[in-house]
């Protein structure tokens, strides 16, 4: 074996009881605990649904269904925003605003 070129692998077993960054992974798992137990989104406000539902009514539109049939989305998304409890979603508030004629400020 002296005409071969690479050095020798030794192969050990890795002892458990030598983990040298526990409190690494103890840190991590206490950060995820926390990630986890505050988990939420932010929603609309009724601010920017009265908003919306003021623009919705001077442009002659009664209905919640007709400005949504005139941005083609499905009629509980309107009552989501004017209610406030819709997760902000930038193709919907971007569509709101070209078809109310109006700046939407959340």
Known sequence: ????DWKEVILQKHDPKATPHKHVELSKAVKLEN????????VVGLSLGKQIQTARLARGMKTQKELAVMISVRPEIITKYENGSAIPDTNVLQKLRKALGTKLKA
């Open 1 to 4: 074996m002296m005409h071969q």
């Open 35 to 42: 990630d986890t137990e505050n988990l939420s989104n932010k």
